[in-house]
């Protein structure tokens, strides 16, 4: 007998879904190092032009994307730092 999915894929009997929710336990720690590198390469390719400019006349230093990403990094922590606190326990 075969099933079908909400996305109108046909699977067989015998088939097994198991890679869905490995995926899907470990999907919440891409968020972090991906807004890491994010900031990385936006400060590395931004810098310099006009924000550069604008930061030099008087402006902080923290205005642009590469903040936004490292911040963004920042609050999605939170996975890794329970992952973190289990092997340590």
């Known amino acids: ?12 009997a015998g088939e097994s879904t198991v890679a869905a929710p490995a995926v899907a336990r470990f999907l ?4 972090s190092p991906t ?6 390469s936006t400060f590395i390719l931004d810098s310099g032009g006009p924000g550069a400019l604008c930061a030099a006349v008087g402006g902080s230093g923290f205005n ?4 936004m990403y490292l911040l963004m990094a920042v609050f999605h922590l939170t996975p890794w730092l329970k992952l973190m ?5």
């Open 1 to 12: 007998m075969t099933a079908t999915s909400a996305s109108g894929t046909t699977r067989g």
């Open 64 to 67: 642009g994307m590469a903040p």
């Open 35 to 40: 807004f890491a590198l994010m900031a990385l």
């Open 85 to 89: 606190s289990r092997q340590h326990a």
């Open 28 to 31: 919440h720690l891409a968020a």
